[in-house]
T-cell receptor, first 112, second 108 residues
Framework: NAGVTQTPKFRVLKTGQSMTLLCAQD?????MYWYRQDPGMGLRLIHY???????AKGEVPDGYNVSRLKKQNFLLGLESAAPSQTSVYFC???????????FGQGTRLTVV | TQLLEQSPQFLSIQEGENLTVYCNSS?????LQWYRQEPGEGPVLLVT?????EVKKLKRLTFQFGDARKDSSLHITAAQPGDTGLYLC????????FGAGTRLTVKP
C-alpha cells in the first residue's frame, strides 16, 4: 500500500527558480495538507484542501501556491524560490479534519 | 507565535522515569491529536481525543484532553529508550495545526 507519496525527495534550487512538489494519496481522502518543518518550529501549515477543486490558506501561505485538480493529487508550487523557503516539506491526507492524518516521507528542499 | 504551545521543548531522562509533556492553547478545538515523529520520517498518530475531560490510555502512555478542549497532556510511565522521539500535538477544527513539539530522549 503506497499511502501518501511525495516527489521529489530531495531538491536544490537556485534563488528565483520555480518548482512544483507533488503529493499523491491512494486512500480516497478528502482532506490534504502541505506543511513545512523547520528546526524548533514543529509543522507549520502552508495550504490545505477539503476536497477536489478547493484550496485554503494556512499559517504561512506567502510565496506558495497550490492546486487540487484531482482528488488524489495536491501540488505545491514555488514561483520564485527564496533561501527562507529552505525546509523539509510534508504532505498529509485524512478522511476528515478530525481523522488520523497520514504523512508522506517528506521533501528536503534547499534554496541557495 | 504558534497556535499550540508545547512544553518542555526538550526533555532528557533516564530509563524507568515518568514524564509529562503539555500542549496548551487559547483556542478551542474539535479534537486534539498526538503524533510521534522519528528522524527522516513523517509523524505517526498515537491518539485522538475528542471529548473535554477525556482520558485515553495506550499501554504506558496516558493522554488527557482538558475540560475546555483547549489543552492536553501526555504522560509516559516507566519510559524506555524506544520512547525517544519528537512528540507533536495537533489541534483540529477546519484544518490541522501543530505545536512545535517536545523532543524526548530516554537514556538506557
Amino acid at each position: 500500500n503506497a499511502g501518501v507519496t511525495q516527489t521529489p525527495k530531495f531538491r536544490v534550487l537556485k534563488t528565483g527558480q520555480s518548482m512544483t512538489l507533488l503529493c499523491a494519496q491512494d486512500m480516497n481522502h478528502e482532506y490534504m495538507y502541505w506543511y513545512r518543518q523547520d528546526p524548533g518550529m514543529g509543522l507549520r501549515l502552508i495550504h490545505y484542501s477539503v476536497g477536489e477543486g478547493t484550496t485554503a490558506k494556512g499559517e504561512v501561505p506567502d510565496g506558495y501556491n497550490v492546486s487540487r485538480l484531482k482528488k488524489q493529487n495536491f501540488l505545491l508550487g514555488l514561483e520564485s524560490a527564496a533561501p527562507s523557503q529552505t525546509s523539509v516539506y510534508f504532505c498529509a491526507s485524512s478522511y476528515s479534519s478530525w481523522a488520523e492524518a497520514f504523512f508522506g516521507q517528506g521533501t528536503r528542499l534547499t534554496v541557495v | 507565535t504558534q497556535l499550540l504551545e508545547q512544553s518542555p521543548q526538550f526533555l532528557s531522562i533516564q530509563e524507568g522515569e515518568n514524564l509529562t509533556v503539555y500542549c496548551n492553547s487559547s483556542s478551542v478545538f474539535s479534537s486534539l491529536q498526538w503524533y510521534r515523529q522519528e528522524p527522516g520520517e513523517g509523524p505517526v498518530l498515537l491518539v485522538t481525543v475528542v471529548t473535554g475531560g477525556e482520558v485515553k490510555k495506550l499501554k504506558r502512555l496516558t493522554f488527557q484532553f482538558g475540560d475546555a478542549r483547549k489543552d492536553s497532556s501526555l504522560h509516559i510511565t516507566a519510559a524506555q529508550p524506544g520512547d525517544t522521539g519528537l512528540y507533536l500535538c495537533a489541534g483540529t477544527n477546519n484544518d490541522m495545526r501543530f505545536g512545535a513539539g517536545t523532543r524526548l530522549t530516554v537514556k538506557p
